[in-house]
């Protein structure tokens, strides 16, 4: 069963760091391009980040642009999301995805981890 | 990046048709075909309903289907069913390499 599972998420102080991680299982994790989605509390969903499989070409959107790191461990089916300068509003549940570069499609989503930015 | 642009909610009877709208622009819906959707029930993660604007994954019904035009993608779901109710999400490749969502739709089964 493909699987994602992230973990890391909590409570941090405005302009404080964290690191997020997603654990990768039932596929070949080298073989796939990997993202982060976030969803804010009542709020839709955003597109943070994606890592393609050498860890070549890594995007961001614009709002977590020279504040969030996205790397990957191949050996080890993880991502990661380092991120630094937390604001107020990056308060949000994280989720892993991943992507299809020939489809261009989230799948599957992993249970998302909460991550509360707040003094 | 702006989000693409869906109706706040839409709503039917048990049975009816409702499509849900997505616009955006030449740099992500209109210039490529990779516009995905996404269903997401209360409390749980999203889930891939359509991909390549029009194709379903193995185990989605049939009743929901997507098409486009222009800078414009729908989702209609035919013959709505209770178990339909949820927030629904369309996404799209842009030309920056990045992604981009929609501002979600609630679908209410009346």
């Known amino acids: 069963e493909v699987q994602l599972v992230e973990s890391g998420g909590g409570l941090v102080k405005p302009g404080g760091s964290l690191r997020l991680s997603c654990a990768a299982s039932?596929?070949?994790?080298?073989?796939?391009?990997m993202d982060w989605v976030r969803q804010a509390p009542g709020k839709g969903l955003e597109w943070v980040s994606s890592i393609d499989r050498p860890s070549t070409y890594i995007y961001y959107a614009d709002s977590v642009k020279g504040r969030f790191t996205t790397s990957r461990d191949n050996a080890q089916n993880s991502l990661f999301l380092h991120m630094n300068s937390l604001r107020v509003e990056d308060t949000a549940v994280y989720y892993c995805?991943?992507?299809?570069?020939?489809?261009?499609?989230?799948?599957?989503w992993g249970q998302g981890v909460l991550v509360t930015v707040s003094s | 990046q702006s989000a693409l642009t869906q109706p706040p909610s839409v709503s039917g009877s048990p049975g009816q048709s409702v499509t849900i709208s997505c616009t955006g622009t030449?740099?992500?819906?209109?210039?490529?075909?990779?516009v995905c959707w996404y269903q997401q029930s209360p409390g749980t993660a999203p889930k891939l309903l359509i991909y390549e604007v029009t194709n379903r994954p193995s185990g989605v019904p049939d009743r929901f289907s997507g098409s486009t035009s222009g800078n414009t993608a729908s989702l209609t779901i035919s013959g709505l069913q209770a178990e339909d109710e949820a927030d629904y999400y369309c996404?799209?490749?842009?030309?920056?390499?990045?992604?981009?969502f929609g501002t979600g739709t609630k679908v209410t089964v009346l």
């Open positions: 030449s740099n992500d819906v209109g210039g490529y075909n990779r």
């Open positions: 995805v991943r992507e299809s570069f020939l489809y261009n499609w989230f799948d599957p």
């Open positions: 996404s799209s490749h842009t030309s920056r390499g990045t992604y981009v």
């Open positions: 039932g596929f070949i994790f080298s073989d796939y391009r």
